[in-house]
């Protein structure tokens, strides 16, 4: 099972996988853009499931980013492919 935090930026969600060799520099990154964590920790089978789980608990929080773009690790995706 991964575990994920979401970080929050205006309109953006990005969550990262808390056991990437790569987490603290994107966490790192996301900060020094204005990113904030929310919420606790996430615990899913993988990152669709973590977002789903995400927006259930955060429903109400969500709901002010009606037109919110959800964004994954892409910098880990990136990295690890390449």
Same mark, same amino acid.
């Given at each position: 099972?991964? +575990?994920?935090?979401?970080?929050v *930026? !205006?309109? +953006?969600?990005? &969550? #990262? /996988? @808390? $056991?990437?060799? @790569?987490? #603290?520099? !994107? *966490? !790192?990154?996301?900060?020094?853009?204005?990113?904030?964590?929310?919420g /606790?920790?996430?615990? =899913? $089978? $993988?990152? =669709?499931e =973590?977002?789903?789980?995400? *927006? &259930?608990? &955060?429903? /109400? !929080?969500?709901?002010?980013?009606?037109? =919110? &773009?959800?964004?994954?690790?892409? @910098?880990?995706?990136? +990295?690890?492919?390449?």
């Open positions: 099972m991964l +575990t994920f935090n979401f970080y *930026k !205006e309109e +953006t969600v990005v &969550h #990262l /996988d @808390i $056991n990437s060799p @790569i987490f #603290l520099i !994107e *966490k !790192e990154q996301l900060v020094a853009q204005g990113f904030e964590r929310v /606790d920790v996430i615990r =899913a $089978n $993988n990152s =669709a =973590a977002f789903e789980k995400f *927006k &259930h608990i &955060h429903l /109400d !929080e969500l709901g002010q980013f009606s037109g =919110a &773009h959800i964004v994954a690790s892409l @910098i880990g995706s990136l +990295t690890s492919s390449g």
